[in-house]
């Protein structure tokens, strides 16, 4: 037997007062006969024995109901006949991703999954502790209302969420519970790509329980990817998506609520669409299927910046690559001449700018100032020879063949690493500048000479150069997002805005679709929340499978089993409430006894 409240067993100590009365009884002082009393004393010592045996039943009974009393205050839990099931810490983990929201013939899967979790807090008493634990790492505990209520408020997410997080939160919980009864229900459609990769917390005091429903898996559809291009429409831009399901499915680009294009994808094609919104500025929009089994991953968001391509002046002594390369983006659209963006060494520096090492060494002090003059808080330090390969966005596969370590020389708590050499940063951004660690020459880097170098620059000029310009940065759904260092506020599709922290990392939201970055009222660029393409593949692992990988002591695919898994104990029961019955049983008994003792006196 043990015990939930062991302290309360303190009050067994009061046992020890109907004993400390009887022996007070025992106690007699003086005697002195009187001739009046010879009578009465015959009489006693004719029933003393009685007596006697009547007070130590009355003391045994009164000890006996208070140990009873003490040890139902004690919560006992042990194998002895009782009612209900012991107390249990349950924690409730509902897969709750966006590949719940399908629907088979045996209907929707996030429907089936919440009755389970509605039967186990059905099932639960009174001594239970139960926390209901979503993909999106929200817990709610406490009572059945409380419960019910968050349950039917749970939401298939845009996303996959974290199962793993999910999974250790809820084994992390009943275990600081205290109550020995532990389980962690997993109530799930068992999505292959959302178990894989997750590692269970193995602790042999939290047994988990997989409940998986299975059933059919319909056809599924899905937008799994868009791209914009350019990233900077001049109006004209193209939208490229890319469809996966088992058959053709009907399309169309929506921006800002108007249709621009329509057509019909076969499977695992691509879409391509030119289109020319009439409006200007940061425009939101999708790109859209038939709806079939699962709605959510049916349409993708994406996000395009419309007007004036930027202007670009590389400087005469600049070199042959950049000159170059501004002329092939002006030529394309991309760019056009003007006294906007400067492209040149950072003996030049001002903002905006794009701005490279000194090929001279010697000039390296004269940048240096210059870097200080236009108030960028970066500055060369020593020399390094490579090579030594290139990581970052547009550059992997170019190699720095030399440069100088970038050096930190006021605030950069806004600028970004773009790109490292060796781990050390090779090309930083802030507000309005990009400081590039090594000189745009073959001899100290092979990246003007690969062909990925004009695609980078057009990049950087849409992204991180146009002036009032934070570029589109793109999340799943909770997920890490770096807060450009030009915006400080986040303003969602319903038009609503929160303040953010330039520089900083936050979470992306968990509502798809085109959140603005803004600077005050003004839109500075875009946050496009989709969900994982892995989500919309709709297998499933068998239930045996994932049991053995999760450990589960239990494994169902009956939802109705969730109730019996979550307090299954071995057979121990609750026994608070025989201990209760046990004390008025002798309660009765006590107040028996002492009305028979008192009948006698009166007769």
Not at 247 to 264: E, F, K, N, Q
């Amino acid at each position: 037997m043990s015990f939930l409240a062991p302290w309360a067993l303190l009050l067994a100590v009061a046992a020890g007062v109907p004993l400390l009365l009887h022996l007070l009884r025992r106690r007699s002082g003086d005697k002195l006969d009187f001739p009046a009393v010879r009578y009465l004393l015959r009489m006693e010592r004719e029933h003393a024995r009685e007596v006697r045996l009547k007070n130590m039943l009355l003391m045994v009974l009164r000890i006996a109901i208070v140990v009873a009393l003490a040890l139902a205050a004690a919560r006992p839990v042990g194998w002895l006949p009782g009612v209900g099931h012991a107390p249990s810490a349950v924690a409730i983990v509902l897969d709750n991703s966006l590949s719940s929201a399908a629907a088979g013939a045996e209907g929707q899967m996030l429907a089936r999954l919440v009755a389970a979790a509605g039967g186990i807090i059905d099932g639960s008493a009174s001594g239970d502790r139960l926390w209901l634990i979503t993909m999106d790492g929200a817990v709610v505990g406490g009572d059945k209302g409380t419960l019910r209520a968050a349950l039917s408020g749970v939401r298939a997410l845009d996303g996959a969420g974290d199962a793993g997080a999910a999974l250790r939160r809820g084994t992390a919980l009943v275990k600081e519970s205290g109550i020995p009864s532990r389980h962690v229900v997993v109530l799930t459609d068992a999505q292959r790509t959302s178990w894989e990769g997750v590692v269970p917390p193995a602790d042999a005091e939290v047994p988990v329980a997989l409940i998986a429903p299975g059933g059919t898996v319909g056809l599924n559809r899905a937008v799994i990817a868009v791209a914009t291009e350019p990233q900077h429409w001049d109006p004209r831009g193209t939208v490229r998506a890319t469809v996966a399901g088992n058959d053709s499915a009907s399309w169309r680009v929506v921006l800002d609520g108007r249709t621009l294009a329509r057509g019909t994808a076969q499977p695992g094609a691509t879409v391509l669409a030119r289109v020319q919104p009439p409006s200007r500025g940061w425009v939101a929009g999708t790109v859209e299927l038939a709806p079939d089994e699962l709605r959510g991953d049916d349409t993708r968001h994406f996000a395009a910046h419309v007007g004036e391509p930027p202007a670009v002046n590389a400087d005469p002594a600049s070199g042959p690559f950049l000159r170059g390369a501004v002329d092939a983006l002006v030529n394309g659209g991309r760019a056009r001449r003007g006294d906007g963006v400067l492209l040149a060494s950072a003996e030049r520096a001002r903002t905006p700018a794009l701005l490279f090492a000194p090929a001279d060494p010697v000039r390296v002090p004269d940048a240096n100032r210059a870097l200080e003059r236009a108030g960028i808080p970066w500055r060369f330090g020593v020399r390094r020879d490579g090579p030594a390969p290139l990581r970052g966005s547009g550059v992997d596969g170019a190699v720095a063949k030399s440069w100088h370590v970038l050096e930190a020389a006021g605030d950069v708590s806004k600028a970004d690493t773009i790109a490292r050499v060796g781990g050390a940063p090779w090309a930083v951004a802030g507000e309005g500048y990009v400081l590039v660690a090594s000189a745009a020459v073959a001899d100290a880097t092979d990246l003007p000479v690969k062909a990925s170098f004009l695609p980078w620059l057009d990049g950087l000029l849409a992204q991180r150069l146009t002036a009032g310009t934070a570029g589109v940065t793109e999340s799943a759904p909770g997920r890490p997002v770096r807060v450009p260092a030009l915006a400080d506020a986040l303003e969602a599709p319903d038009g609503s805005a929160v303040t953010v922290v330039p520089g900083a990392t936050r979470e992306a939201p968990w509502t798809a679709g085109v959140h603005f970055w803004r600077r005050g009222a003004e839109r500075v660029g875009a946050l496009v929340v989709n969900a994982d393409a892995s989500e919309s593949d709709l297998a499933r692992l068998p239930a045996d499978s994932l049991a053995t990988r999760l450990g589960a002591t239990v494994a169902s695919a009956d939802p109705s089993a969730a109730a019996r898994a979550a307090f299954a104990a071995g057979g121990a029961r609750a026994l608070a409430r025989t201990f209760l019955l046990l004390a008025l049983v002798l309660l009765v008994a006590e107040t028996l006894v002492a009305r028979r003792g008192q009948a006698k006196s009166e007769d």
